[in-house]
């Protein structure tokens, strides 16, 4: 299960240690970002942050975020633009 938000201040630091000890494998993801680069969005962690956080994947387009916070598919498409913008890897949801 990816960390929480709550959770992302550690991230970075896992994901230093782990890189220090040269861990290749080692993969941090995040359940969501805005579709903005970056900017003060209450409850949302921009994929500028998440990047500086070492955070590699990000999921967008998944059903939850779609049905309780209404993002649509124009929503999602610059969801994955902005996470692939910051260089990390986007994760597309397709169904449940």
Request: glycine residues 8%.
């Amino acid at each position: 299960m990816p960390p929480s938000s709550r959770h992302l201040q550690y991230v970075g630091s896992i994901a230093a240690i782990l890189t220090i000890l040269h861990e290749p494998s080692a993969r941090a993801q995040n359940p969501s970002a805005p579709p903005y680069p970056s900017g003060p969005y209450t409850g949302e962690v921009s994929a500028e942050v998440l990047a500086q956080l070492g955070v590699r994947l990000v999921m967008a387009g998944h059903p939850e975020r779609r049905r309780l916070f209404g993002e649509t598919d124009e929503v999602i498409r610059a969801k994955v633009a902005a996470t692939a913008a910051a260089g990390m890897a986007p994760i597309l949801v397709v169904g449940e």
